[in-house]
């Protein structure tokens, strides 16, 4: 009668040392626990020298048909992304193709450059513009230089890495990830939406505690200025969008330059009949101003989110 599988695992696991068999014992279900360890108890003694040969024999072609369907995974380790050579082929990019941007961002900002760095290094070029423009901009220099740093991802670090993705993009397909709230953006909205003598005053306010916060609010706001930098073709089918008086209310007060780039974008009847409001004794409130400029803000933003204008102080190309 042949030997239980119980009592070859035993022997085994006597003979791989204590770290290693405490791993793998913690991997087995209790039923397996079970019986091993009465084999240990109580069998191992009755081993003949046939009995441990055939066990190593056993356990040798197993290790080598193992080996053989791993090796089927690998390839030459020749490939390089972005300077990091991997020594077998990545499942990174797959995996975070499924894993939405702002999950993906999201969880790199918690972890080393040496992981962020890998996973840039692994995804679609385009894709790792994206993520790394989101990253914050103290952490863009330290990641530049990890990627420079030309290495080998070992095989047990690539697989801790694609495990941890692996459970990201679990959670991610759960809907138990969580739910983006806040941001720069909706603070850049709700800014835009006050008053502009409140929002003056908020911006000086969150200047002297976040100097950073300040100046990225400062560069989004859609003001009348900035928005006269719209190509020209933008700026004209977003004004015809809106009325001569809305136009001429949101003018008043703004330099010439900025009055004569928004005029060239009307046709001549348009331009004649707003110079008309524009004219001195033309008198509005400083509300019926800043109401215009609202009208001309939510306009600008609907038809970007349309994708029938761009802003191109925002856009910019990677590849």
């Known amino acids: 009668m042949g030997l239980a599988a119980s009592e070859k695992a035993a022997f085994v696991l006597s003979m791989v040392g204590h770290e290693l068999a405490a791993k793998l014992f913690v991997g087995l279900s209790k039923r397996e626990q079970s019986a091993i360890l009465r084999s240990l108890l109580t069998g191992q003694h009755n081993l003949t020298d046939t009995d441990i040969a055939e066990i190593c024999s056993e356990f040798a072609a197993l290790c080598g048909k193992n080996s053989a369907a791993a090796n089927q995974s690998l390839r030459a380790p020749s490939d390089v992304y972005a300077g990091i050579e ?41 894709r790792a513009g994206v993520v790394f423009r989101a990253m914050p901009q103290e952490r863009q220099t330290s990641l530049l230089l990890s990627l420079s740093r030309e290495r080998v991802l070992e095989a ?25 709230v806040g941001g720069t953006q909706r603070v850049l909205a709700l800014v835009q939406a006050l008053e502009p003598d409140i929002r003056q005053r908020v911006l000086e306010e969150v200047e002297a505690r976040e100097p950073g916060l300040a100046r990225h609010l400062e560069g989004g706001l859609l003001s009348v200025e900035r928005l006269a930098g719209l190509l020209p073709a933008h700026l004209a089918l977003l004004l015809a969008q809106l009325k001569d008086s809305d136009i001429g209310a949101f003018l008043r007060g703004e330099s010439t330059k900025i009055q004569s780039i928004y005029l060239s974008g009307l046709s001549k009847r348009r331009r004649e009949d707003v110079e008309c409001l524009l004219a001195p004794e033309k008198k509005i409130t400083q509300k019926q101003k800043a109401e215009a400029c609202d009208r001309l803000r939510m306009c600008a933003q609907q038809m970007k989110g349309e994708g029938r204008i761009l802003f191109p102080w925002e856009e910019s190309l990677v590849g």
Do not use: F, H, M
């Open 156 to 180: 047990s670090v690539l697989d801790e890495l694609e495990q941890d993705l692996d459970e990201l993009r679990a959670r991610t397909a759960s809907g138990r990830y969580g739910q983006r």
């Open 86 to 126: 991997l020594p077998r082929a990545s499942r990174v990019n797959e995996i975070c193709e499924e894993i939405p941007d702002w999950i993906l961002v999201d969880y790199l900002k918690n972890q080393l450059d040496s992981v962020v760095s890998s996973v840039l290094g692994s995804i679609d070029l385009k």
